[in-house]
């Protein structure tokens, strides 16, 4: 064997199988075979798997990709997903009868050949990179089969390429490493941008016959989901038809699927004026349809991710997605079963209404275009160094979906004040509290509720309180006052109490200008609920001894910048805290903002940045007190915060930057080795002057 490899590549690059069936896995999986076709590195072999020979054939012709390897007779009328399946792992296993240990082997998506080729690379132990990975509506039964297809997948890859943090933070909530997941964007996009520039003015041949363009509002119309199909794809089809819009033309290529094509058909022939079934669209007449329509209607995932290029809204006809970062976005809309729902706001998109303009707006969530070739890149510098089997997973929350329909679970995450925000403000030993408070009335999206923890009795601003409620009767404020000093860790726990869906901690020297609430939430929207700073800090290196880190340049110019992570005010959704509370405090004084940053990464996939920002507009601190005898960078040893970096560095963080010695394990080891008797030190001494001060003020009183 070993004769044979060298032989091999002598003379070959590495093989890499990419594996489709579908119509939507070649559109997804083209972009990435002519990045890898025009790599010196690789050679492609693409495996067609047989379910939709007649649909792939133009898109086989337009991206220029050849088959060379194609799998015959697999498709049976009406035969079951398990023959299917079956059908697939016993073609793959007896046409592709010789496999290399450097082989790669490439599945996109969640559907049957996808978890068919999954199957055969694990039990031979091949190399395994899902593209897009990560996606879930954490309901196995829709959509049907592609959940469970999607976790099985999710749980043998190799490495993963998801197209969002969100999908990213899917996969590290399951236990899957996070060296072994990349956010890459979505190669849809990919093929949305190439086929942009070929897209014809002209109304396509196939359509020129059923519209008016000088006359008709266009709305593309697609259903074929199996949890669709039957009785309640005829329904969604008849609350479309009430809805009053004489100039409508509802666009339906008809889908493969009779059952589908049987619905589409009844309507058509209902209301054959305003519904039109056409043969199914090809791809760049499909993209002249998105370019064309007043919105889409649709139970398809990739249309979901198409029309974002285009600006044009989607009503999403499913219960779930596993695409919701655009409905976070704000481009969708979830409509499912709810038909006033849906009626209502297709009565909105056909005019010029608030609804309309929101969900028109350009957003990104699905990436920019380059996802293909960061895949190529990954594969060409990472993955020698991820093992080819993920031989453990790490255990984390095994009942995430009993407690998810807990009531208490559900009311504590779910904002009793959507789009709302409270703000989080300490009092210690600095009198600084009046002007924080005018500071937090100032916000141009003021807070609702202010939430004020004075640790001991060295400061009274009781009276400060009572003045500021009578000024301000529109704000709650809570007064928590605890005769022990509670530290930073507390703020975060207390936060996660109230019911506003963002918060915003300010530490005690920092007097943020009026625009810097809505400024913060803004920006953490369009940036996949970002954890959002003032400041932010990157570790730049590792030693033996310590951690190099470097500052944010943010303060002085008007652009963003992710940082690994943030100080002075924290922002973000409530929602995410809830990561935050389930990990061990394994610092006392000090580095929740480390612990925070990390954990909402390894967690969530949420990243960090200091958002651009103008000093005068955006935010300013009082420069004095932030450097006075109470800055608690004077006080705080390092050796605590540096063990940390280290810990979560060892845990799985990613830098945001390139790191020197931040993925050497054994270097990691012997630093948080090294740091550990100084930082066990420190927080023992800080305890007991803790303990001293505590007492002495809890006799003293105000």
């Not at 088959?67 to 498709?75: A, S």
Request: aromatic share 8%; net charge neutral.
């Amino acid at each position: 064997e070993e004769q044979t490899l060298a032989a091999k590549s002598k003379f070959e690059n590495r093989r890499v199988f990419i594996f489709f069936g579908t119509r939507p896995e070649i559109i997804k999986m083209a972009p990435v075979i002519q990045e890898i076709e025009s790599s010196t590195e690789f050679r492609a072999i693409n495996v067609f798997t047989g379910q939709h020979p007649d649909l792939i054939a133009p898109f086989l012709k337009f991206f220029d990709v050849n088959v060379d390897i194609r799998l015959d007779g697999i498709i049976m009328a009406e035969q079951t997903v398990s023959r299917l399946l079956a059908k697939i792992v016993l073609a793959i296993e007896d046409t592709i009868t010789t496999s290399y240990p450097d082989d790669i082997w490439l599945v996109q998506g969640d559907t049957t050949s996808a978890a068919a080729a999954g199957i055969v690379a694990f039990n031979r132990n091949i190399t395994l990179g899902h593209v897009e990975a990560g996606l879930r509506t954490f309901n196995m039964r829709s959509p049907f089969p592609e959940e469970f297809n999607r976790r099985m997948i999710g749980s043998i890859a190799t490495v993963h390429f998801s197209p969002t943090t969100k999908s990213r933070g899917n996969l590290l909530v399951e236990g899957v490493a996070a060296r072994r997941v990349f956010v890459t964007g979505n190669t849809v996009i990919d093929a949305t941008r190439i086929t942009n520039q070929m897209a014809p003015v002209e109304v396509p041949a196939v359509l020129r016959d059923q519209i008016n363009l000088r006359v008709d509002v266009l709305v593309l119309l697609t259903l074929h989901r199996r949890e669709n199909q039957g009785d309640h794809m005829d329904a969604l089809y008849d609350a479309i038809r009430s809805v009053a819009c004489p100039s409508c033309r509802f666009i339906i290529p008809v889908h493969p699927n009779p059952a589908a094509t049987r619905s589409a058909e009844r309507i058509c022939d209902l209301e054959s004026e305003r519904f039109r079934c056409v043969p199914p669209l090809s791809y760049i007449d499909t993209h002249w349809m998105l370019n064309h329509s007043r919105f889409i209607l649709t139970d398809s995932g990739g249309l979901q991710e198409e029309a974002t290029w285009y600006r044009r809204p989607v009503l999403v006809l499913r219960e779930t997605s596993e695409r919701m970062e655009a409905v976070e976005a704000g481009v969708s809309e979830l409509v499912g079963t709810d038909i006033p729902r849906l009626k209502t706001l297709m009565a909105e998109l056909l005019i010029e209404s608030e609804t309309w303009k929101r969900m028109s707006q350009q957003k990104v969530p699905f990436g920019c275009g380059d996802s293909a070739n960061q895949i190529l890149n990954i594969l060409s510098s990472k993955l020698d160094t991820i093992e080819p089997m993920p031989l453990t997973v790490r255990q984390t929350d095994t009942n995430l979906d009993k407690a998810r329909t807990n009531k208490y679970y559900q009311h504590s995450i779910d904002p009793e004040f959507p789009n709302t925000v409270a703000v989080v403000l300490t009092v210690f030993k600095r009198d600084g509290l009046q002007y924080q408070l005018e500071c937090a009335a100032a916000q141009t999206m003021k807070p609702r509720t202010i939430q004020v923890i004075q640790n001991g009795y060295f400061v009274n601003v009781s009276r400060t309180i009572r003045d500021f409620r009578i000024a301000h009767p529109d704000i709650n404020v809570y007064h928590l006052i605890s005769s022990l000093n509670l530290r930073f860790h507390s703020r975060f726990h207390t936060a996660y109490l109230l019911k506003e869906e963002y918060v915003s901690v300010w530490d005690d020297d920092q007097a943020p200008g009026p625009n810097w609430l809505k400024h913060s939430i803004d920006f953490s929207k369009t940036h996949n609920d970002a954890l959002m700073g003032a400041n932010g800090r990157s570790i730049v290196s590792v030693d033996k001894n310590g951690v190099t880190q470097q500052s944010d340049q943010t303060h002085t110019r008007n652009v963003g910048e992710r940082v690994d992570f943030v100080g002075h005010t924290f922002t973000l959704r409530r929602e995410l805290l809830r990561h935050f509370l389930g990990e061990r405090q394994l610092t006392y004084s000090t580095g929740e903002d480390i612990q925070l940053a990390a954990v909402l990464q390894l967690k969530a996939g949420t990243e960090a940045w200091v958002p651009p920002q103008h000093v005068k507009a955006s935010r300013s601190s009082e420069t004095k007190r932030a450097h006075d005898k109470y800055a608690s960078y004077l006080h705080t040893e390092q050796s605590p915060r540096m063990m940390l970096m280290c810990l979560m560095l060892r845990n799985g963080f990613e830098p945001t930057h390139s790191c020197d010695g931040c993925a050497n394990t054994t270097l990691l080891d012997e630093c948080i080795h090294n740091l550990k008797v100084t930082a066990r030190k420190t927080a023992k001494r800080v305890f007991e002057e803790d303990e001293k001060e505590n007492a002495a003020a809890t006799q003293r009183g105000f």
